[in-house]
């Protein structure tokens, strides 16, 4: 959460608290003690962050963010699993600032990177993309800007969607990604906006791709790993007294996160729909739902899962994996504090409140041949135990009849 110069040039009084992992909001239009309307709304989450005051003491800093979501992001990508972290809120809110940072406040993108090399030592892949008005730009290719550029997205039966002709770039220390972030960020079609003087029109997602070498069981392996680390476009509304170009590109903003919304609305009711079947039933049956396991059939009087609309735009295409699939994925709602931001700020923690009931089914991606390798293994080592239990048992009956007989 963070505050901007206009809303505090504008006098805009604060109306959020935190209170721990409790996110408070206060509806300064209910001031009548005969209107039954709820004063204050509060929503709970993993973590909430105070970042309004650096002199505050509960003040959030970057480093702490880093502390709790970084190392998450990390802890799971060493362990071959695909993660996603992304964030999303108004126009100011501090999404590019939490995600990106500046030189003096470096934020989760180059920390995280940082470490990677720190402690991997590893040569990566990186790409960095835009999603514009619907189109995708490749950020670290060099183009004319005057010609039309669309790269088409695609779907591989294995691996997902993918974006075809998208450059990867191999990176071998942290001042070549310093450099490509740069480069990438300085592409980023920015505006003028009714509420920010810069802001980011579009969605750009950074993506790091490396692999791990290990040996497991004597047998050399390899773990893949992907991090996608997305920076949203402003969530609210285009303002009507702005050129047709900021409305149209409005409207694109809106509707990829108006479908983001409804494939998160939609996961977490089939993610619900789930549990409570689970809790029915012992032996759920295997279904397909965008990544989330469908119900039983028969359960929950007999409802399948809703269809998850991933396709409507191009965001949640690119997303799908990271939102209902085999990622490991994690959400930042940023706000702001401002009594004039009001429904900005209740519409982002509705958001985040039903992202949070998205059950994924995370794997980690390990080199075919090894894990059959050491299924087989294990069912080896299970048949040996169970002859060895079959042997015992025999060997006792035989001793019983002995005793008999003498």
């Known amino acids: 959460m963070c505050s901007v110069s206009r809303e505090r040039a504008e006098g805009g009084r604060v109306i959020v608290e935190v209170d721990d992992k409790v996110a408070k909001v206060r509806n300064i239009k209910v001031d009548s003690s005969w209107d039954s309307r709820e004063k204050t709304v509060s929503f709970s989450f993993d973590y909430c962050y105070w970042s309004v ?22 802890s799971g990508a060493f362990r071959g699993y695909n993660i996603c972290l992304f964030a999303y809120g108004q126009t100011g809110s501090g999404k590019t600032y939490t995600m990106m940072g500046t030189p003096a406040s470096i934020g989760l993108t180059p920390r995280i990177c940082e470490v990677v090399f720190l402690f991997l030592h590893l040569h990566l892949f990186k790409n960095f993309l835009e999603i514009y008005n619907e189109r995708v730009r490749d950020l670290l290719k060099q183009s004319d800007r005057k010609k039309p550029y669309t790269l088409r997205v695609r779907e591989h039966p294995e691996t997902g969607p993918y974006v075809q002709g998208l450059t990867q770039h191999l990176v071998t220390d942290y001042k070549q990604v310093v450099k490509l972030l740069e480069e990438g960020i300085a592409k980023r079609i920015t505006a003028a906006t009714h509420i920010h003087n810069a802001s980011s029109r579009s969605h750009a997602i950074f993506t790091i791709h490396y692999t791990q070498a290990i040996l497991e069981n004597n047998l050399p392996s390899e773990i893949a790993s992907k991090i996608n680390l997305v920076d949203l476009a402003g969530s609210e509304r285009a303002d009507p007294s702005y050129c047709k170009d900021r409305i149209t590109e409005g409207a694109n903003i809106n509707k990829s996160l108006v479908t983001l919304g409804i494939v ?12 409570s079947c689970q809790s029915i039933s012992s032996i759920p049956s295997e279904g397909e739902s965008g990544g989330v396991d469908g119900p039983p059939s028969g359960g929950s009087g007999g409802r399948r899962p809703a ?32 009594s004039s931001s009001y429904n900005e700020t209740m519409s982002t923690l509705r958001y985040a409140a039903n ?3 998205i059950i ?9 041949n090894v894990k059959l390798i050491r299924e087989l293994r294990e069912e080896i080592d299970r048949l040996k135990a169970m002859l060895m239990s079959f042997e015992l048992v025999c060997s006792n009956i035989s001793l019983l009849e002995l005793l008999l007989v003498m």
Do not use: H
């Open 53 to 74: 005051d650096p002199e505050d003491p509960k003040y959030a800093s970057q480093e702490m963010v880093f502390q709790d979501l970084g190392t998450s992001v990390l």
């Open 264 to 275: 998160i609305s939609t996961l977490a009711q089939n993610s619900q729909m789930f549990s």
């Open 307 to 338: 269809y998850i609309p991933y396709r409507d735009s191009i965001l949640t295409w690119l997303l799908k994996d990271s939102l209902g699939g085999n990622s490991k994925t994690i959400m930042i709602a940023t706000i702001s504090p401002a």
């Open 355 to 357: 992202a949070k009931n």
């Open 360 to 368: 994924n089914k995370p794997r980690v991606n390990e080199d075919a």
